[in-house]
Nanobody, 125 residues
Framework: VQLQASGGGSVQPGGSLRLSCAGS????????IGWFRQAPGKEREGVSC????????QYADAVKGRFTMSRDSAKNTVYLQMNSLEPEDTAVYYC???????????????????WGQGTLVTVSS
């Protein structure tokens, strides 16, 4: 399983970015996907996750109402749409995948077996 995260960049507060997590060698629709982030000097934290069946999504309180996670099975890609970005959202963002959850989603990094390389998001004026 290979995951390629992309879409990071530098934006001003209030701006938007869309991160992509593309899968190769597997069909991501059969995997639960999580987005995580790690800011300098801080531990990795869960941002959002989506299950395989029914596409159930969960969001961290810090991003609820601003971030939206979705799947595009035709492109074998999972997206994280980030709106109303704040300086506190600055971090390296990682996507992760696992196929052992059944129909549930998980926000715990330790539950995921496969990780992408990370993409940097910088929110600054």
């Amino acid at each position: 399983v290979q995951l390629q995260a992309s879409g990071g960049g530098s934006v001003q507060p209030g701006g938007s970015l869309r991160l992509s997590c593309a899968g190769s060698g597997v069909r991501l629709e059969y995997y639960a996907i999580g987005w995580f982030r790690q800011a300098p000097g801080k531990e990795r934290e869960g941002v959002s996750c989506i299950s395989t069946t029914a596409g159930n999504t969960q969001y961290a309180d810090a991003v609820k109402g601003r971030f939206t996670m979705s799947r595009d099975s035709a492109k074998n890609t999972v997206y994280l749409q980030m709106n109303s970005l704040e300086p506190e959202d600055t971090a390296v963002y990682y996507c992760a995948a696992d196929s052992s959850f059944g129909g549930r989603a998980s926000s715990a990094a330790a539950d995921y077996s496969y990780w992408g390389q990370g993409t940097l998001v910088t929110v600054s004026s």
